[in-house]
């Protein structure tokens, strides 16, 4: 499949409709145009692209225009979403080699190697083997595991799963991982479960079970939150107040300490209004910080 191609035609048809010529008209303005595509070549790269996205790109026999039948699988699923703006990215930028020195960024942590062996026994129920090594161990430990799900957060990789080792389900960083193999041993995902589940009350990818899930209010000075307002800090963000000074937002989450440091990060930019808990908690915190610097 000519990947380029694909990535630009889903991209060029989430909006809108084209006859095959309008598609070619359009193709050969863009960055990535090697070529017209012949209509016998542009078939073959549909179903490929439909296969690959799993969506249908219709032909309406009335305009001969093609169409992507319904655009919300690709805005509705995460992965899909994901995949389609980190590929359109990747072979972009592939192609403007000259551009290199002029854009930048961000890379993983690592064990991105691990990926097409951990989804491969997540597609068939198999079990892992895992030689991991925490940061707090001075040396490697085995484990087997059930790999439910992968989540990549802040530029790190991580599989959860039930490890036999813990009786639990644990979570574990790909960049931690010495050694992994595929087992004959199957299992049989938990009913019910699925990843956007597992983390809805979970800010990053911590979880605390003695952490209960709270009404969380934080009042931002005004510049600061209105970079909030457009990237919220969790899914359940709600806007309750705001003029020209601060903007208070409203949280259904459980406060982990990777929330604490998120709120911390923040400095004099914002205020814990509720609950008092976790208010009390970030000034603790600010009280030990002031006899450091203090």
Same mark, same amino acid.
């Not at 551009?99 to 068939?124: N, Q």
């Not at 979570?171 to 004959?184: N, Q, S, T, V």
């Not at 000075?221 to 903007?247: F, R, V």
């Given at each position: 499949?000519?990947?380029?191609?694909? #990535?630009?035609?889903?991209? %060029?048809?989430?909006?809108?409709?084209?006859?095959?010529?309008?598609?070619?008209? /359009?193709?050969?303005?863009?960055?990535?145009?090697?070529?017209?595509?012949?209509?016998?070549?542009?078939?073959?790269?549909?179903?490929?692209?439909?296969?690959?996205?799993?969506?249908?790109?219709?032909?309406? =026999?009335?305009?001969?225009?093609?169409? #992507?039948?319904?655009?919300? !699988?690709?805005?509705?699923?995460?992965?899909?979403?994901?995949?389609?703006?980190?590929?359109?990215? !990747?072979?972009?930028?592939?192609?403007? @080699?000259?551009?290199?020195?002029?854009?930048?960024?961000?890379?993983? %942590?690592?064990?991105?190697?691990?990926?097409?062996?951990?989804?491969?026994?997540?597609?068939?129920?198999?079990?892992?083997?895992?030689?991991?090594?925490?940061? *707090?161990?001075?040396?490697?430990? +085995?484990?087997?595991?059930?790999?439910?799900?992968?989540?990549?957060?802040?530029?790190? *990789?991580?599989?959860?799963?039930?490890?036999? @080792?813990?009786?639990?389900?644990?979570?574990?960083?790909?960049?931690?991982?010495?050694?992994?193999?595929?087992?004959? +041993?199957?299992?049989?995902?938990?009913?019910?479960?699925?990843?956007?589940?597992?983390?809805?009350?979970?800010?990053?990818?911590? +979880?605390?079970?003695?952490?209960?899930?709270?009404?969380? =209010?934080?009042?931002?000075?005004?510049? +600061?939150?209105?970079?909030?307002?457009?990237?919220?800090?969790?899914?359940?963000?709600?806007?309750?107040?705001?003029?020209?000074? %601060?903007?208070?937002?409203?949280?259904?989450?459980?406060?982990?300490?990777?929330?604490?440091?998120?709120?911390?990060?923040?400095?004099?930019?914002?205020?814990?209004? /509720?609950?008092?808990?976790? =208010?009390?908690?970030?000034?603790?915190?600010?009280?030990?910080?002031?006899? #450091?610097?203090?």
């Amino acid at each position: 499949m000519k990947l380029d191609f694909s #990535i630009w035609l889903v991209n %060029y048809l989430m909006d809108s409709s084209a006859t095959l010529k309008e598609i070619n008209e /359009a193709w050969s303005r863009s960055s990535l145009y090697d070529k017209a595509v012949s209509r016998s070549l542009f078939h073959i790269y549909r179903r490929k692209t439909e296969d690959f996205f799993g969506i249908d790109i219709i032909c309406d =026999r009335r305009t001969n225009k093609y169409y #992507i039948k319904d655009p919300r !699988v690709l805005r509705s699923d995460p992965l899909k979403s994901w995949l389609l703006s980190s590929m359109s990215a !990747v072979t972009t930028i592939e192609r403007c @080699k000259a551009l290199t020195d002029r854009i930048m960024l961000e890379a993983t %942590y690592g064990g991105e190697s691990f990926l097409s062996l951990i989804t491969e026994a997540m597609s068939v129920n198999r079990c892992l083997q895992l030689l991991y090594k925490p940061f *707090w161990h001075e040396e490697p430990y +085995q484990l087997v595991l059930e790999p439910y799900f992968i989540r990549l957060f802040r530029q790190r *990789w991580y599989l959860i799963g039930f490890s036999h @080792k813990h009786r639990e389900i644990r979570i574990f960083a790909l960049d931690r991982m010495k050694k992994i193999e595929m087992m004959k +041993q199957t299992f049989s995902m938990p009913e019910g479960m699925n990843v956007e589940s597992f983390f809805f009350n979970s800010f990053g990818i911590m +979880q605390q079970d003695n952490i209960p899930v709270e009404s969380i =209010r934080l009042r931002f000075i005004a510049e +600061q939150g209105m970079y909030i307002k457009t990237k919220p800090l969790h899914h359940s963000q709600h806007l309750l107040s705001m003029d020209s000074d %601060y903007m208070v937002f409203e949280y259904r989450l459980s406060p982990t300490f990777d929330f604490f440091q998120e709120v911390l990060s923040y400095g004099s930019d914002v205020e814990v209004l /509720a609950p008092d808990s976790f =208010r009390q908690r970030v000034a603790e915190c600010v009280r030990w910080m002031t006899k #450091i610097y203090l």
